[in-house]
């Protein structure tokens, strides 16, 4: 069966992204930072959020046919919709990184050649010179150009090899499926690494006087909740439609049950990095938690709150797991949580006192990329059969029940 | 009229369970199964009942949290304060941020023995205690129906043993209980 947008989706997600960039426009041009540094902000936020999204649901898709998971075959085509906004993903967060690369914005404090000056006292940073060999531009772009480049391939040739398995008969479809457990092999021992040095490369390096090793975790499983939300949201959406009439409810508490089980890691290493910080109390370690809980602290205990307790207290039961109208008003919540997450990840590092509360820009942003982030995805859905055709795990999928 | 526990014997699980969906639909009810491991979908066509382990397993996991805070309250705060790195150890709420680790485990710990237990409880199988399985080899490869007479007055013995051998069976053996 094949997805048609309907003639409401198509003009919603016009509508948001016209709002969106409304709002935005409105906050851009009432921006009185420097540099005009707060709209980068939190045009940057909305543009990794939305890019993490569809590169959790890619590792989660490699990760699903390394284990030769079944029961997922059914949703496949949605996680494949899902990590088709890589591309346009990457060329957003890209177009941030490049404008603070070239001075256009100063949100990671090492790009700016001052901070190097020794003959410079108001600017010289002895910390940055320290890390010099490894964070400085050249370096940096070759990590990021390798680590999109390999998120982009990947993400093309999967989808173009599922469509692939479509077109096989049932002679082929064995040997094009060992092709495609070894590539997410391959994907998966790469993006292991990229994930975390993309965590330090783009958000850790904003508050550059900070380290925490386990940053990149605790970023990609943000990554992962992130994908595992939106999949639950987008297939209940299109069961609601009438289609997917194979996912039966065991399918869907499954998927209920990723969203349970990741919040739980998500929250472990969110806490875990927040613990032993402050067990630790060392100067260089806690100015990241004191920037944020000091100014912030609703943001912060809010954001946890939401993403750890409400998922923990609400989705515990097999019931919940299975009322579609429940799952989506939960797994909405937790998708405003890690946009929260987001948020606090990235504007106060950045903006300082500048940042003082959640304003037009960041909702603005949020709403426009919202927008283009659905379309796109169901715009990828309506590509394809809704169903993969040929898949060695179809049958068991179809009879999936626990 | 004695009663009477009829075992059917079946090779398959798959076999077993088109048995008890042709039993059931004729309006008989059984009783119990046995088998060496869990048979999938085999639950809603015997009408069991939904597990209340779930539930069992969430008290045990307050209680488990409940007994951890009060032992950390008792031990940290309250009987000998301990400074451990300056931490702050005058007020309960002050210290919790280091006591969260234990929280976590205790709770998971009483919830995951509870459960365990309890389950071993329910099922008669605690180390120790007496087999109760009609059949030996249903702890094998063969699975075995339970049917009592007393719960299907509407037929006759030989009624239900004839439903039975229509189905896939390998043997049926009566008992007198």
């Given at each position: 069966m094949n997805f048609?947008?309907s003639?409401?989706?198509?003009?919603t997600?016009l509508?948001?992204?016209?709002?969106?960039?409304?709002?935005?426009?409105?906050?851009?041009i009432?921006d009185?930072?420097?540099n005009r540094?707060?709209?980068?902000?939190?045009?940057?936020?909305?543009?990794?959020?939305?890019?993490?999204?569809?590169?959790?649901t890619?590792?989660?898709?490699?990760?699903n046919?390394?284990?030769?998971?079944g029961?997922?075959?059914?949703?496949?085509?949605?996680y494949?919709?899902?990590?088709?906004?890589?591309?346009l993903?990457?060329?957003?967060?890209?177009?941030?990184?490049?404008?603070?690369?070239l001075?256009?914005?100063?949100?990671?404090?090492?790009?700016?050649?001052?901070?190097?000056?020794?003959?410079?006292?108001?600017?010289?940073?002895?910390?940055?010179?320290?890390?010099?060999?490894?964070?400085?531009?050249?370096?940096?772009?070759?990590r990021?150009?390798?680590?999109?480049?390999?998120?982009?391939?990947f993400?093309?040739?999967?989808?173009?090899?599922?469509?692939?398995m479509?077109?096989?008969?049932s002679?082929?479809?064995?040997?094009?499926?060992w092709?495609?457990?070894?590539?997410?092999?391959?994907?998966?021992?790469?993006?292991?690494?990229?994930?975390?040095v993309?965590?330090w490369?783009?958000?850790?390096?904003?508050?550059?006087?900070?380290?925490?090793a386990l940053?990149?975790w605790?970023?990609?499983?943000?990554?992962?909740?992130g994908?595992?939300?939106t999949?639950?949201?987008?297939v209940?959406?299109?069961?609601?439609?009438?289609?997917l009439?194979?996912?039966?409810?065991?399918?869907?508490?499954?998927?209920?049950k990723w969203?349970?089980?990741?919040?739980?890691?998500?929250?472990?290493l969110?806490?875990?990095?927040?613990?032993?910080?402050w067990?630790a109390n060392?100067?260089e370690?806690?100015t990241?938690?004191?920037?944020?809980?000091?100014h912030?602290?609703?943001?912060v205990?809010?954001?946890?709150?939401v993403?750890?307790?409400?998922?923990?207290?609400?989705?515990?039961?097999?019931?919940?797991?299975?009322?579609?109208?429940?799952l989506i008003g939960?797994?909405?919540?937790?998708?405003?949580?890690?946009w929260?997450?987001?948020?606090?990840?990235?504007?106060p590092?950045?903006?300082?006192?500048?940042?003082?509360?959640?304003?037009l820009?960041?909702?603005?942003?949020?709403?426009a990329?919202?927008?283009?982030?659905?379309?796109?995805v169901?715009?990828?859905?309506a590509?394809?059969?809704?169903t993969?055709v040929?898949?060695?795990?179809?049958?068991?999928?179809?009879?999936?029940?626990? | 009229?004695?009663n009477?526990?009829i075992?059917?014997?079946?090779?398959?699980?798959?076999l077993?369970?088109?048995a008890a969906?042709?039993?059931?639909?004729?309006?008989?009810k059984?009783r119990?199964?046995?088998s060496?491991?869990?048979?999938?979908?085999?639950d809603?066509?015997?009408?069991?009942k939904?597990t209340?382990?779930?539930i069992v397993?969430f008290m045990?996991?307050?209680?488990?949290?409940?007994?951890?805070?009060?032992?950390?309250y008792?031990?940290?705060?309250?009987d000998?304060?301990?400074n451990?790195?300056?931490?702050?150890?005058g007020?309960?709420?002050?210290?919790v941020t280091s006591?969260?680790p234990?929280l976590?485990e205790?709770?998971?710990?009483?919830a995951?023995?509870?459960?365990a237990?309890?389950?071993l409880?329910?099922?008669?199988?605690?180390p120790?205690?007496?087999?109760r399985?009609?059949?030996?080899?249903?702890?094998?490869?063969?699975?075995?129906?339970?049917l009592?007479?007393?719960?299907?007055?509407?037929?006759?013995?030989?009624?239900?043993?004839?439903?039975?051998?229509?189905?896939?069976v390998?043997?049926?053996n009566?008992?007198?209980c």
């Amino acid at each position: 069966m094949n997805f048609t947008i309907s003639k409401r989706a198509g003009t919603t997600t016009l509508v948001l992204l016209a709002v969106g960039v409304l709002l935005a426009a409105i906050g851009v041009i009432g921006d009185h930072t420097d540099n005009r540094q707060y709209s980068w902000a939190a045009f940057y936020a909305n543009a990794l959020f939305f890019f993490f999204i569809a590169l959790g649901t890619l590792f989660f898709y490699a990760l699903n046919n390394i284990t030769e998971t079944g029961w997922t075959v059914l949703v496949r085509r949605v996680y494949e919709a899902i990590f088709s906004y890589v591309p346009l993903g990457a060329a957003l967060v890209v177009i941030a990184l490049l404008a603070g690369s070239l001075g256009l914005n100063h949100m990671w404090p090492w790009m700016d050649g001052r901070t190097l000056d020794t003959s410079d006292p108001n600017h010289y940073d002895a910390h940055i010179a320290l890390l010099r060999p490894y964070l400085n531009l050249p370096f940096f772009w070759v990590r990021a150009v390798l680590m999109i480049g390999t998120f982009i391939y990947f993400a093309r040739w999967f989808r173009a090899h599922s469509l692939r398995m479509d077109q096989v008969g049932s002679d082929g479809l064995l040997r094009e499926h060992w092709s495609m457990y070894n590539r997410s092999i391959g994907f998966m021992v790469l993006f292991a690494f990229f994930s975390s040095v993309l965590s330090w490369d783009w958000i850790m390096s904003i508050d550059v006087h900070w380290k925490s090793a386990l940053f990149g975790w605790y970023v990609f499983s943000g990554m992962w909740i992130g994908g595992m939300v939106t999949a639950v949201i987008i297939v209940l959406y299109l069961k609601g439609k009438g289609y997917l009439p194979q996912v039966n409810g065991s399918h869907i508490q499954d998927m209920g049950k990723w969203v349970f089980a990741v919040s739980f890691l998500w929250s472990y290493l969110y806490f875990a990095q927040f613990l032993l910080t402050w067990y630790a109390n060392i100067p260089e370690e806690v100015t990241y938690f004191k920037v944020r809980i000091d100014h912030h602290p609703a943001l912060v205990w809010g954001m946890y709150f939401v993403n750890f307790a409400l998922p923990m207290v609400l989705l515990m039961s097999r019931d919940t797991k299975r009322n579609p109208k429940f799952l989506i008003g939960v797994g909405v919540l937790i998708f405003i949580g890690h946009w929260l997450d987001m948020v606090q990840m990235i504007m106060p590092g950045s903006l300082g006192d500048h940042f003082e509360q959640i304003g037009l820009l960041e909702i603005g942003f949020f709403i426009a990329f919202l927008g283009l982030f659905v379309r796109t995805v169901l715009g990828a859905l309506a590509k394809a059969p809704l169903t993969v055709v040929h898949h060695p795990f179809l049958e068991e999928s179809v009879h999936h029940q626990i | 009229m004695s009663n009477k526990v009829i075992y059917a014997v079946y090779e398959d699980p798959e076999l077993l369970k088109d048995a008890a969906r042709k039993l059931v639909s004729a309006g008989v009810k059984v009783r119990d199964v046995f088998s060496p491991f869990p048979v999938h979908g085999l639950d809603p066509i015997i009408g069991l009942k939904r597990t209340r382990l779930a539930i069992v397993s969430f008290m045990f996991g307050c209680f488990g949290l409940s007994l951890a805070i009060l032992g950390t309250y008792y031990m940290m705060i309250y009987d000998w304060p301990m400074n451990i790195g300056g931490k702050p150890n005058g007020f309960y709420y002050q210290n919790v941020t280091s006591f969260v680790p234990v929280l976590f485990e205790f709770t998971v710990l009483n919830a995951a023995h509870g459960m365990a237990i309890t389950y071993l409880i329910r099922n008669k199988t605690l180390p120790g205690m007496k087999g109760r399985n009609p059949d030996p080899r249903s702890t094998d490869d063969k699975f075995v129906l339970e049917l009592r007479t007393e719960d299907n007055h509407a037929h006759s013995d030989d009624s239900l043993t004839g439903m039975l051998r229509e189905t896939a069976v390998l043997e049926i053996n009566e008992r007198q209980c």
